[in-house]
């Protein structure tokens, strides 16, 4: 990908954080880092190669974020973060460009396992679940895993002094970016986009909130995924994408309807950390309840 294009898709995510209220220092990051991009004199995929990310935050001023960004323009072409604020995110879409997944594959993989996003392919290709599917022997895992680790950047990131900001969000954390998002959604205080998926008539009917907590920023939607639509849940199930660490973190809550957690607010895949989180609540002599609204 050329240096215009690059440079020409992070003004893109400028003006669409802008025209969706996004961090005003954050937007002015993408468009400072577009102008220097477009003024290099040799082209990013070459820095890239020659130093890595170290050398893309060097010549363009990018913090670990953006370059993060950078990388992933130069390595695979595509800006996830630019589909999900254009409203044209497609999870098939996204398993689809991982060599070796094929359209029914991709299809198979998030309607039969719920698989969203690279992250959680990574997560099924590692605890046996790909395997359990017919058409992905040890070879094409291995292909699947290494492709995978590349495109996360698990290869060649460098070790930071700063790692506690890092660290995973609390639950409580994120439950209280959930309990934001659903509030000021069903207020209509928010700007909408319109999705590209399950939306023929191209209606600006899904709420997105950009916002922050110490130095991690959100951005939170909700989920507009086949799965959602099938069990009518695209009005209570939040996808939350946290950019606050080396790679962007996603996760959805949703409201849980088992056990001692039915009828909270719970972090999928985190519900142990969810249950200690609402103990500790009931405990506190101020509990704060997060529970659907």
């Not at 992933?72 to 497609?90: A, C, K, N, Y």
């Not at 060649?156 to 700063?162: C, G, K």
């Not at 639509?229 to 946290?242: P, Q």
Request: hydrophobic share 35%; aromatic share 4%; net charge negative.
């Amino acid at each position: 990908m050329h240096n215009v294009e690059i440079a020409r898709r992070l003004d893109e995510v400028a003006d669409l954080l802008e025209a969706q209220r996004a961090n005003a220092f954050r937007v002015q990051a993408y468009r400072r880092v577009a102008a220097a991009v477009r003024h290099l004199p040799k082209p990013l995929s070459e820095i890239w190669e020659e130093k890595g990310e170290e050398g893309l935050h060097s010549v363009t001023g990018a913090g670990e974020r953006l370059a993060t960004a950078l990388r992933t323009l130069v390595t695979t072409g595509r800006l996830p973060m630019l589909d999900r604020l254009r409203g044209e995110s497609d999870p098939v879409e996204l398993l689809e460009s991982v060599p070796g997944i094929g359209r029914s594959l991709a299809e198979r993989l998030h309607g039969e396992l719920g698989i969203d996003s690279l992250e959680d392919l990574e997560a099924a290709a590692h605890d046996g679940r790909l395997s359990d599917l017919a058409g992905i022997g040890p070879k094409k895992l291995a292909g699947i895993q290494d492709t995978l680790a590349s495109r996360l950047g698990r290869i060649r990131h460098p070790v930071y002094a700063s790692d506690a900001q890092h660290e995973e969000p609390s639950v409580g954390e994120m439950l209280d970016v959930d309990q934001e998002y659903r509030e000021k959604a069903g207020s209509g205080a928010l700007p909408t986009i319109a999705p590209r998926r399950f939306n023929p008539k191209g209606a600006a009917w899904l709420p997105i909130l950009h916002t922050s907590r110490g130095e991690r920023n959100y951005t939170a939607l909700f989920s507009n995924t086949a799965r959602a639509h099938e069990f009518g849940m695209t009005h209570d199930w939040v996808v939350l994408y946290c950019d606050g660490g080396l790679d962007e973190k996603q996760v959805t809550v949703i409201t849980s309807h088992r056990g001692s957690l039915a009828g909270k607010r719970i972090v999928r895949g985190r519900e142990q950390d969810c249950e200690l989180y609402y103990q500790q609540a009931a405990s506190a002599p101020e509990s704060h309840h997060t529970g659907p609204g």
